[in-house]
């Protein structure tokens, strides 16, 4: 845990949001060519594909890891699509939000930081974060401050980090969310996928 908790002031100092690349599902079932169910609608695994072919072809290393960890990359995508529905569930049942405005002012901040909108979109394609899902990493980051936030405490704390994950758990249940195996089995203990670990906070 002390990665998560070292990174949130690394970046301090994810497409249109998910809910526009989950397709309606007949019958909520897993088939070929779904990669995640999320209370009865699909994440397709075109979506999935999708956003893989863009880091393929993003500047700042992306694609040499696309070519070296094709499978760690999809897994990667797929973590993030389905992390963001289950922040913004997990948010909505709490009566909370992230406004577009914020996430705007939050990008705006990080690339000053990092010296312009071209290298933060390299520093995050590097990490596995598409030009087309920068935003949606914006929005996520935000949500799980703000989850921790409403409970009193800092997400960058042991405690904080508590209070997010079961707020996740509980929001992956209430979506009865079923990953494709192809792509692991989600962790609600870390609220992503394993084998392949995805840092809330940090790309």
């Given at each position: 845990m002390h990665?998560?908790?070292?990174?949130?002031?690394?970046?301090?100092?994810?497409v249109a949001p998910a809910a526009a690349v989950l397709a309606a599902c007949g019958g909520g079932g897993l088939t070929a060519g779904t990669a995640a169910v999320l209370d009865g609608r699909r994440i397709p695994v075109r979506a999935v594909e999708s956003r893989v072919a863009e880091l393929r072809h993003a500047a700042g290393g992306a694609s040499v890891d696309a070519r070296?960890?094709?499978?760690?990359?999809?897994?990667r995508a797929v973590a993030d699509l389905v992390l963001d529905a289950v922040v913004a569930r997990a948010l909505a049942d709490?009566?909370?939000?992230?406004?577009?405005?914020?996430?705007?002012?939050?990008?705006?901040?990080?690339?000053?930081?990092?010296?312009g909108a071209d290298a933060l979109a390299r520093v995050l394609a590097a990490r596995g974060v598409p030009g087309s899902g920068i935003d949606d990493w914006f929005r996520r980051r935000l949500g799980i401050l703000r989850l921790a936030a409403a409970a009193g405490a800092d997400a960058?704390?042991?405690?904080?980090?508590?209070?997010?994950?079961?707020a996740l758990a509980d929001a992956a249940s209430?979506?009865?969310?079923?990953?494709?195996?192809?792509?692991?089995t989600w962790d609600p203990a870390q609220a992503t996928l394993v084998p392949d670990l995805t840092p809330w906070l940090a790309p």
């Open positions: 990665r998560r908790t070292a990174a949130v002031g690394a970046l301090l100092a994810a070296q960890q094709p499978d760690g990359l999809a897994r709490r009566g909370l939000a992230v406004a577009a405005a914020e996430v705007a002012a939050e990008r705006a901040d990080a690339a000053e930081r990092s010296g960058g704390t042991p405690e904080g980090e508590d209070v997010v994950r079961i209430a979506l009865r969310l079923r990953i494709n195996p192809r792509y692991g």
